[in-house]
C-alpha cells in the first residue's frame, strides 16, 4: 500500500518569499511518480509539478521546483517568490506503476497543507 | 483544448435517494477517474475506467458504481444516498493506457453534493 503524510496543516508565507511544502512517501514499489496539485477555493485541482521515481534531476516548473529526496522518501515542493494568489490547499500525491508496467490512474494523495501567502 | 467538465457543479439531494453525476475527459483521453473529497478523509480514489472497463476500484459500497461511454465520457452513480456521501466529487482525465509511463491526471471542477 502507498502512503503520503503532509505533515504541515498550515503554513504562512510573506509575499516575494519562498517557502517549502513537506511531503514524504511510503511505498515498496520502485517505479512510481509524485505529483503535487494546487486547490483553490473553488475546488478544482490543479497539477502544479511531476517528478518520477527515475529521474535523476529535480523536477522544476516556473517557480515551482521539486527537491526529491529519494532515500528519506520526500518530495518537498519549493515555492519561489510567493504571490498572493498562490493562497490555496497543497496536496502531494503519488502513483506508482504495477507489476508488468502498466500504470493505472489511482492517485494516493496526502491531508494537503493550506498557503496563505501575506502581503 | 477543452479541459475536464462535470456536471452538475451543485447538487443537494434527500437521503435514500440515488443520485447521477458526469464526467467529460479532455479530448483524446481515454482514462478517468473518480475521487471523494470530504474534510475527514481527504482525497479517496473511488474507481477508474479506461476503454469502458473498469480496471482499479477503492474501498467503496457497492452503492458506488460507475461506467464508460464508447466516447470516454463518464458516468458515477450512487444510490441510497447516506449523510456521509456529501463531498466534492472529482473526476480526473488522462491519456491513461501507457505501459509504466506517468502522467498527469486533469481534474475536472468538481461536483458537490450535499445529502440532507
Known amino acids: 500500500a502507498q502512503k503520503i503524510t503532509q505533515t504541515q496543516p498550515g503554513m504562512f508565507v510573506q509575499e516575494k518569499e519562498a517557502v517549502t511544502l513537506d511531503c514524504t512517501y511510503d511505498t515498496s514499489d520502485q517505479s512510481y511518480g509524485l505529483f503535487w496539485y494546487k486547490q483553490p477555493s473553488s475546488g478544482e485541482m490543479i497539477f502544479l509539478i511531476y517528478q518520477g521515481s527515475y529521474d535523476e534531476q529535480n523536477a522544476t516548473e516556473g517557480r515551482y521546483s521539486l527537491n526529491f529526496q529519494k532515500a528519506r522518501k520526500s518530495a518537498n515542493l519549493v515555492i519561489s517568490a510567493s504571490q498572493l494568489g498562490d493562497s490555496a490547499m497543497y496536496f502531494c500525491a503519488m502513483r506508482v506503476s504495477h507489476a508488468g508496467g502498466t500504470s493505472y490512474g489511482k492517485l494516493t494523495f496526502g491531508q494537503g497543507t493550506i498557503l496563505t501567502v501575506h502581503p | 483544448k477543452a479541459g475536464v467538465t462535470q456536471t452538475p457543479r451543485y447538487l443537494i439531494k434527500t437521503r435514500g435517494q440515488q443520485v447521477t453525476l458526469s464526467c467529460s475527459p479532455i479530448?483524446?483521453?481515454?482514462?478517468v477517474s473518480w475521487y471523494q473529497q470530504t474534510p475527514g478523509q481527504g482525497l479517496q480514489f473511488l474507481f477508474e475506467?479506461?476503454?469502458?472497463?473498469?480496471?482499479n476500484k477503492g474501498n467503496f459500497p457497492g452503492r458506488f458504481s460507475g461506467r464508460q461511454f464508447s466516447n470516454s465520457r463518464s458516468e458515477m452513480n450512487v444510490s441510497t444516498l447516506e449523510l456521509g456521501d456529501s463531498a466534492l466529487y472529482l473526476c480526473?482525465?488522462?491519456?491513461?493506457?501507457?505501459?509504466?509511463?506517468?502522467?498527469?491526471?486533469?481534474f475536472g471542477p468538481g461536483t458537490r453534493l450535499t445529502v440532507t
Open positions: 480526473a482525465s488522462s491519456p491513461g493506457g501507457l505501459a509504466g509511463a506517468h502522467y498527469e491526471q486533469y
Open positions: 475506467y479506461f476503454s469502458e472497463t473498469q480496471r
Open positions: 479530448s483524446g483521453h481515454r482514462s
